[in-house]
């Protein structure tokens, strides 16, 4: 399964809102995930099954989709959520894929 | 709460071994797959292989073409990563992460720390 993450560079200011877009090559049905990576540090989990949030994620990041087309919503930017964001699904067989990233830039 | 303590890496000269471990507490170690991916300087996230629960199915991504070994520990709750023959290419940040549902082709929910394999003469 490929996954395409855009947009690539995403641009803007605290408090605004940010739109990050996971579109898979084929029906992945729900199961999608969201992580978020900053740098020197390891993948967290932020969503996944495509609209749960994991343990401990603000209500800010929200996520949507189903199928191939999948949506990070973050509703009002902090400054920590300066970051990179990957999407994976959980595929039916091996390898399992990331998408490139989206690269949330202040 | 749940903990991936990483252990192992540094620098190896091409075509050597290299042992990479993961301390896993916190959760029932022994019900989980555990799963490893990879991630090059300035680059994405790659998955290297899973390894089921008990350790009877393994599976790998295409590049390691039997280079690399998966194997756990249920006894010690630890994972471990074996690499053999290794390639310039294979220079990268190496995480250990906990499959959320169990399963081996699941969504990650715990990651280590990640410990940094650097390939080079």
């Known amino acids: 399964i490929v996954l395409t993450q855009s947009p690539a560079t995403l641009s803007l200011s605290p408090g605004e809102r940010a739109t990050l877009s996971c579109r898979a090559s084929?029906?992945?049905?729900?199961?999608l995930a969201w992580y978020q990576q900053k740098p020197g540090q390891a993948p967290r989990l932020l969503i996944y099954d495509a609209s749960n949030r994991a343990t401990g994620i603000p209500a800010r990041f929200s996520g949507s989709g189903s199928g191939t087309d999948f949506t990070l919503t973050i509703s009002s930017l902090e400054p920590e959520d300066f970051a990179v964001y990957y999407c994976q699904p959980r595929n039916n067989w091996p390898p399992i894929t990331f998408g490139q990233g989206t690269r949330l830039d202040i | 709460q749940v903990q991936l303590v990483q252990s192992g890496g540094g620098v190896v000269q091409p075509g050597r071994s290299l042992r990479l471990s993961c301390a896993a507490s916190g959760f029932t170690f022994s019900s989980y797959a555990m799963h490893w991916v990879r991630q090059a300087p300035g680059k994405g996230l790659e998955w290297v292989g899973v390894?089921?629960?008990?350790?009877?199915?393994?599976y790998y991504g295409d590049f390691v073409r039997g280079r690399f070994t998966v194997s756990r520990d249920n006894s010690k709750n630890t994972l471990d990563l074996q690499m053999n023959s290794l390639r310039a290419e294979d220079t990268a940040v190496y995480f250990c992460?906990?499959?959320?549902?169990?399963?081996?082709?699941?969504?990650?929910?715990?990651w280590g720390q990640g410990t940094l394999v650097t390939v080079s003469s």
């Open positions: 992460a906990k499959a959320l549902g169990g399963g081996i082709l699941d969504q990650f929910d715990y």
């Open positions: 390894i089921s629960y008990d350790g009877s199915s393994k």
């Open positions: 084929q029906s992945v049905d729900k199961y």
